[in-house]
């Protein structure tokens, strides 16, 4: 992390909060803060932003950043149990509080509730339509759920649970979208590769042996990968995997 991107510390004492946003966490009886710069820290937790040195402001674990207090190494050993700077501020960004104030928090959990509706949207349909649900649809479910987003956790892992209470809840009728795809082998392969696959899969659609053995059928989305992986090393590669659609829609729908 280089030098020319971080402003002096002397500068951030006389202005604490003009440019950064501070994450707080308490350990072993104490508080420690980190320096991040604005919006970096939410887009660090939810994947987008992979580069530390793009979120830390300066690289540094403190009591207080507004008064430039630096925790000392005795601190970190007593509190973490390391004095690994790195695996610390590591632990403090994503386990700790970020202060914000109560616009720009106000601001940050709508477009936070807005992203985990809008995952749970496309991961899920109607199983009795079997058509998805708009945004707002399960905005309203999350809202009779009397969901409470939390800053500290991506966006991603959230839905994953809205869609768990839905489901428990049964709130709306929704189930996980399902893709359809197409397995195409050679013959040879296609009745050892299909044992393989049997519980990757969730329902067999058609299956026809010819010069090659062709399978189409539904499975989870978190499959496709795992499912090609497998495909792949027992035929050495010949073996194919086309994604025909990624829910299950009735004839004559338009796909968008």
């Known amino acids: 992390m280089g030098p020319q991107h971080r402003p002096c510390l002397h500068a951030m004492v006389f202005h604490p909060l003009t440019n950064v946003s501070i994450v707080r966490y308490r350990k072993g009886g104490k508080r420690f803060e980190i320096a ?3 919006n970096k820290v939410m887009e660090w937790r939810n994947g987008v932003e992979k580069d530390l040195s793009e979120v830390m402001q300066i690289d540094n674990v403190f009591l207080n950043v507004s008064k430039g207090q630096a925790a000392n190494k005795d601190d970190l050993i007593k509190c973490f149990k390391t004095e690994d700077r790195n695996a610390i ?3 403090i960004l994503k386990k700790g509080e970020l202060q914000v104030g109560e616009k720009e928090r106000s601001t940050m959990l709508e477009g936070m509730y807005r992203d985990i509706a809008t995952t ?3 991961k899920c349909v109607n199983p009795e339509t079997k058509r998805p649900y708009t945004v707002t649809m399960i905005e309203k479910a999350m809202a009779d759920l009397h969901l409470s987003v939390n800053p500290s956790r991506s966006a991603k892992s959230q839905a994953l649970d809205v ?3 839905l489901l428990e809840k049964k709130t709306i009728p929704i189930a996980r979208a399902q893709m359809r795809i197409r397995i195409i082998v050679p013959s040879k392969d296609g009745k050892r590769i299909k044992d393989k696959l049997m ?3 969730a329902s067999k659609e058609d299956e026809d042996l010819d010069e090659n053995y062709e ?3 539904l499975i989870d989305p978190g499959q496709f990968r795992p499912i090609n992986e497998l495909l792949q090393s027992e035929t050495k590669g010949k073996g194919q995997l086309e994604m025909l659609s990624l829910t299950e829609m009735k004839q004559g729908d338009e796909v968008f």
Do not use: N, P
């Open 36 to 38: 991040c710069y604005k």
């Open 215 to 217: 399978w189409t059928c």
């Open 199 to 201: 519980t990757m899969v």
């Open 89 to 91: 501020i590591l632990e």
């Open 163 to 165: 869609i768990k209470q």
């Open 120 to 122: 749970v949207a496309e």
